[in-house]
């Protein structure tokens, strides 16, 4: 008897281990087919070559990415963070990454082997973060009945949203975000029966919310906004989702008012439906969400006031109500919530006096009360647990002194009270705090003297414009090393001007116009490289312009007017080619202006009122003698010291010619490096290095037009030096960046070629050259609207390609209209990425060194934090898209200190009744013609939404793609506008 029952025992046994066996050699076989279907040379460095067939039955659980149950079936599968180069099959969609996998530049071209699909022990699947396209392949997971997670976050997938996961019954977690799903949302995603998490963001969605959706009791978070684009408003029976304790509903074009039955949420802990449509008041009802802790109703159109019932959220930290038409006063129970730590409500119609208890429950960080009508005193408690970051009350009607405590609030980031009826000094801490990178005190009625003792570690921007500050200007500025505006205009400062502000490092503007300052232009100006606009009018300076002004080469306003300003003009001014606006005008220079170079961009108002200074076309001049005994002596003098010179080093010069010479003849050949199949050679780039070639030069080098023998242009661009580390000048950039990258708006570098001291970057050739010669060329008006739009959409792909579906991401750190190249079909290509970042870290900014950017295109955050992120390229286009609507340069046709952005604004306040209509018919470019004025208002918006100042607030570059692909629709036919 028992001899039986053991032979069964052993029976079951042997039967039980065959089938483990089998199992877990069919699990094996699923992932060794699919790496054979990855076709393809790897890095040495691949982290699949521990794919390896063994006769082990668990060697493959032990592979990268792979975790396998006691069985030995394979029971989760990460492959994330691994982006595969070249065709990906939709079938391959499961198995696009692995974790810490690298496959460099590798053209994948396999299919998913179909022994995949027993894997059906699989749990948990994560393919996020690739960059595979086609319909989601749905189908390959109705064998995986276990399957629990699911993550296809941050791909290219297209098609309608795949219905065949709704049969996973144990599916807890599904993340399709960050995709180009397209269509409605089906119906049949209410029958999940199991699911808790659920993200539908950033895709291409459209349609109505399904109410069937609130038949998702186990859902605690739902996430469907973010470029989807839905009809109408939000479902009221989303308000029967009990388990809900997340909703983020934000950025998805919803109208109408909010559901009062969201109040049933009671689990509910984060309401987020900002930037939509929404009318109507806030819902009083909503304070019976008492879980609730994150709200945000930012950028709609919300009316009415802050619900007093609103007390009762006890567990609120965030409030976010900017950008609305909220009204009243800001309720007194606001300052008594135990937890609150953001407040933010600029932009609103809010009024009467702040609550004075604000602050005191210590756990304030983020406070912006901008632009409303509120008055009274600061309240004295906003640091009072010293977490205080940001302090915002620009625009406002705020009286009496800033307290105190203000200046010992170490955690401080930005100062922001611009524009209010302040009064008192300036408190002496507050230019000590160590974290503090931007300051903004400016149109108030602070008087005294500034602090003898300043410190700031980080401050990016000071600026006192416009108050009634009074003795001098303290040389401990120059403490401030990473300042970059400094803005003290419009002020009682007397005594010099402390020479050592011009001994920081960083100093890009600097504006001290209309004080009483006196004494000469300090000489250490002339050392200070970084500066771009210099203001020092309306004072009572005197003396000569420094000699050496002319290595200020990135100088592009230079305001020395109303002074008493002496001496020649300096006719090195006429090498500064970046010196857009010159203004010596009302001083006292003597002699001729000169002509040529430079001088060819100002007018006549840049001179005037120099009663001694001579037109360079007048017949004579009174100064001319006296100028022209100091040139003799100064040409005699250095005519002696270049003799002596000379004779000095003419052996060492032909000593180091002769090595020179026996060196280049043994350095290396030119060498082409390609990356695609060309036909032509190294010999026949070098041919084309003629002066007659050349058509563009710029800082990063001379560009050559290229004919190659097949009959294919080229364009060329010669990088003397690069490659040899301190001197390279963007090339290792370019390279890294456009080696890797394929897009139809992105231009393409071919290859390169190299020798020791040069290097020379190969591109696609772009006859019909950049936007911006041809919006502020004399081709300009032959630029028709539709063209233009076209351009907008294709340069917008090219950089959403950059920011979203490279890996890692690239934020360009240069977008303008110049590198915006035009083929022979004008179509749009993004170029030149010598200043191009990779984001290792996708959302995290980078601080950079050098200048990033361009003059007139650079973000307001670059010029106090030295940082930038995907947000900053987004406001460089939206400059771009208003020289489009405009038809103008961002700077220089404006007045001084005035760039594109600011004219609009200005222009808008200057409008007595602004509309959208009203203000792009008093911008728009008067060359155009017949163009259709819904879509330009359309592209106007989307430009002014991407220049907002806050880089939060400004939509990604999916979002302005989505935006400019899908107008609205006119009313009327086509609503042509005939000037």
Not at 98 to 118: C, R
Not at 540 to 561: A, C, F, H, R, T
Request: proline residues 5%; charged residues 20%.
């Amino acid at each position: 008897m028992r001899s039986g029952v053991c032979y069964m025992l052993l029976c079951v046994s042997l039967i039980w281990f065959g089938v483990t066996v089998c199992s877990s050699l069919s699990d094996m076989d699923a992932l060794l087919k699919l790496k054979e279907s990855m076709k393809g040379k790897r890095a040495k460095n691949d982290a699949l070559q521990d794919w390896k067939f063994s006769t082990s039955v668990s060697a493959h659980c032990s592979f990268s990415g792979v975790t396998c149950d006691q069985n030995l079936r394979v029971i989760a599968l990460n492959v994330s963070f691994v982006p595969l180069f070249g065709y990906v099959p939709p079938e391959i969609g499961f198995l696009d990454k692995l974790e810490n996998l690298t496959i460099a530049q590798d053209k994948l071209t396999g299919q998913l082997p179909k022994e995949l699909a027993n894997l059906t022990s699989l749990k948990f699947l994560n393919i996020s973060h690739n960059g595979f396209s086609g319909q989601f392949p749905g189908k390959i997971t109705l064998s995986m009945t276990k399957l629990e997670f699911l993550d296809a976050y941050d791909n290219n997938f297209t098609g309608p949203l795949p219905e065949e996961i709704v049969k996973l019954e144990k599916l807890k977690y599904l993340m399709l975000s960050g995709n180009y799903f397209s269509g409605n949302i089906p119906e049949s995603y209410s029958e999940f029966q199991s699911l808790e998490y659920l993200s539908l963001s950033t895709n291409s969605l459209s349609g109505k919310i399904p109410k069937s959706l609130s038949r998702l009791k186990t859902l605690k978070k739902l996430y469907l906004g973010y470029n989807n684009a839905y009809e109408g408003g939000i479902p009221a029976e989303l308000g029967s989702m009990k388990s809900l304790q997340l909703l983020d509903l934000s950025s998805c074009n919803l109208s109408g008012e909010i559901p009062p039955s969201l109040s049933n949420l009671t689990n509910l802990n984060t309401l987020f439906l900002q930037i939509n449509n929404l009318t109507g008041t806030i819902p009083p009802e909503l304070s019976s969400m008492m879980s609730l802790m994150s709200l945000d109703l930012s950028i709609n159109d919300l009316t009415g006031e802050i619900p007093e019932s609103f007390s009762q959220l006890r567990n609120l930290t965030l409030i976010n109500f900017f950008q609305n038409k909220l009204r009243g006063s800001l309720p007194n129970f606001i300052a008594e919530l135990p937890n609150l730590e953001t407040i933010q409500v600029w932009e609103n119609n809010f009024s009467f006096v702040l609550p004075q208890k604000l602050g005191q429950n210590g756990k304030l960080k983020f406070f912006d009360v901008t632009r409303n009508h509120l008055t009274g005193l600061i309240p004295r408690d906003l640091c009072k647990g010293g977490r205080l970051q940001t302090f915002m009350l620009t625009d406002n009607f705020f009286y009496g002194p800033i307290p105190e405590e203000i200046g010992d609030c170490k955690s401080l980031v930005k100062i922001r009270l611009a524009n209010n009826f302040l009064d008192g000094p300036v408190p002496p801490g507050i230019l000590k705090l160590p974290s503090v990178t931007l300051i903004e005190l400016g149109n108030n009625r602070f008087n005294g003297q500034l602090p003898s003792e300043i410190s700031g570690d980080n401050l990016g921007i000071l600026t006192l414009s416009n108050n009634l500050l009074t003795g001098s200007i303290p040389p401990a500025l120059k403490n401030l090393r990473k300042l970059q505006t400094l803005s003290l205009d419009a002020n009682q400062f007397v005594g010099e001007i402390p020479g050592e502000i011009f001994e920081l490092p960083t100093l890009t503007k600097i504006n001290i116009s209309g004080n009483n300052l006196t004494g000469k232009i300090p000489t250490s100006m002339i050392h200070c490289v970084s500066l771009t606009a210099v203001d020092l009018s309306r004072n009572v300076l005197s003396d000569e312009v420094p000699k050496g002004i002319k290595n200020l080469m990135d100088l592009s306003i230079l305001n020395l007017s109303r002074n008493h300003i002496s001496g020649p003009i300096p006719d090195e001014i006429r090498f500064m080619t970046s010196l857009t606006t010159l203004d010596i005008s009302n001083n006292n220079f003597i002699g001729r202006v000169p002509i040529g170079g430079q001088f060819l961009v100002f007018n006549d108002k840049s001179f005037s009122g120099n009663p001694n200074l001579c037109s360079p076309h007048q017949a004579s001049c009174p100064y001319d003698v006296e100028l022209r005994k100091q040139h003799t002596k100064s040409i005699t003098r250095v005519i002696i010291i270049v003799i002596a010179l000379a004779t000095a080093t003419l052996l060492v010069l032909v000593t180091v010619y002769m090595t020179r010479k026996r060196k280049l003849h043994r350095a290396m050949a030119w060498k082409l490096t390609a990356f695609q199949r060309l036909d032509f050679k190294a010999e026949d780039v070098e041919k084309c290095l003629k002066e007659e070639n050349i058509i563009g030069k710029g800082g990063a080098g001379i560009v050559y037009r290229g004919s190659m023998p097949n009959g294919t242009d080229i364009a060329i661009k010669r990088l003397v030096g690069a490659g040899s580390g301190r001197n390279d000048y963007g090339f290792k950039a370019e390279i890294e960046t456009l080696g890797k990258i394929r897009h139809r708006n992105i231009m393409r570098l071919l290859g390169y070629v190299s020798k020791k001291d040069s290097n020379l970057l190969l591109y696609e050739y772009m006859p019909n050259g950049s936007l911006g010669e041809w919006l502020h060329g004399p081709k300009g008006g032959h630029l028709r609207w539709e063209m233009r739009y076209k351009i907008a959409v294709e340069a917008a792909k090219g950089l959403c390609y950059l920011h979203h579906d490279c890996s890692p991401l690239i934020i360009h750190r240069d977008v303008k209209s110049n590198n915006i190249l035009l083929d022979g079909n004008f179509e749009a290509h993004v170029a030149d990425f010598g200043l191009a970042k990779f984001l290792h870290d996708p959302g995290a900014s980078q601080s950079m060194s050098a200048i990033a950017g361009s003059y007139g295109y650079i973000a307001p955050e670059y010029a106090y934090t030295l940082k930038v992120d995907e947000k900053s390229d987004v406001y460089s286009f939206g400059v771009v898209l208003l020289e489009l609507i405009v038809g103008r340069k961002p700077v220089g046709e404006f007045g001084d200190g005035v760039d594109i952005v600011g004219w609009v604004n200005n222009t808008k306040l200057e409008l007595s009744q602004p509309s959208d209509t009203a203000l792009v018919l008093a911008v728009v470019d008067q060359r155009l013609n017949g163009y259709p004025l819904t879509s330009v208002i359309h592209m106007f918006n989307v430009a002014m939404m991407c220049v907002k100042e806050m880089g939060p607030a400004r939509p990604n570059m999916r979002d302005v793609v989505h935006m400019l692909t899908n107008p609205p629709q006119s009313t009327t036919v086509h609503n042509l506008i005939n000037l």
